[in-house]
T-cell receptor
Framework: KQEVTQIPAALSVPEGENLVLNCSFT??????LQWFRQDPGKGLTSLLL?????REQTSGRLNASLDKSSGRSTLYIAASQPGDSATYLC????????????FGKGTLLTVNP | GAGVSQSPRYKVAKRGQDVALRCDPI?????LFWYQQALGQGPEFLTYFQNEAQLDKSGLPSDRFFAERPEGSVSTLKIQRTQQEDSAVYLC???????????FGQGTRLTVV
């Protein structure tokens, strides 16, 4: 059974810092990996989707990398802002049931002004 | 519509009561998913529809949970005889087809008292 782990569980940084969130998964036979953002009381907003054949994706200040063979992904946030404060979730879709997402528990990020 | 819409946003049910949660997916999206998110956890897969066909219901926790999408658009998740452990946020997502990027609604927060 696929398991997704996110480290750290919580992170507090001053505004302007660059930061890295980590995600690991136990079964490397994934179809794709997505990073989501969740604000309190809200649903999930998709940030980046990386296909299993890709190594990274970039959107603005966000860069996500994928090392499928080692079962790892990182989300890099450059020049963090207070508006980046949220919970960041990593999810993988398996090669078998590729429509089904398995999520980590998330990293709660606080960016202090 | 512009996004995935869920209603109600909040529901308080007395233990033993039946509830129905509604999801309006993005127009034209073939695939629809339901996820359950307990407090402090990542979302967990419940069920998957392709048009009106329920192709996977392996994540439904018990036979008290039932989902339908009779016309291949709007979906309803029904929980019979609610229990305290059913308290969670229920998230609906849709995608063009199963393997493409999923877009989530804001969720329904169910509290069973």
């Amino acid at each position: 059974k696929q398991e997704v782990t996110q480290i750290p569980a919580a992170l507090s940084v001053p505004e302007g810092e660059n930061l890295v969130l980590n995600c690991s998964f136990t079964d490397s036979a994934i179809y794709n990996l997505q990073w989501f953002r969740q604000d309190p009381g809200k649903g999930l907003t998709s940030l980046l989707l990386i296909q299993s054949s890709q190594r990274e994706q970039t959107s603005g200040r966000l860069n996500a990398s994928l090392d499928k063979s080692s079962g790892r992904s990182t989300l890099y946030i450059a020049a963090s802002q207070p508006g980046d404060s949220a919970t960041y979730l990593c999810a993988v879709s398996d090669g078998g049931s590729n429509y089904k997402l398995t999520f980590g528990k998330g990293t709660l990020l606080t960016v202090n002004p | 519509g512009a996004g995935v819409s869920q209603s109600p946003r909040y529901k308080v049910a007395k233990r033993g009561q039946d509830v129905a949660l509604r999801c309006d997916p993005i127009s034209g999206h073939v695939s629809l998913f339901w996820y359950q998110q307990a407090l402090g956890q990542g979302p967990e897969f419940l069920t998957y529809f392709q048009n009106e066909a329920q192709l996977d219901k392996s994540g439904l926790p018990s036979d008290r949970f039932f989902a339908e999408r009779p016309e291949g658009s709007v979906s309803t998740l029904k929980i019979q005889r609610t229990q305290q452990e059913d308290s969670a946020v229920y998230l609906c997502a849709s995608s063009l087809v199963g393997i493409t990027e999923a877009f989530f609604g804001q969720g329904t927060r169910l509290t069973v008292v």
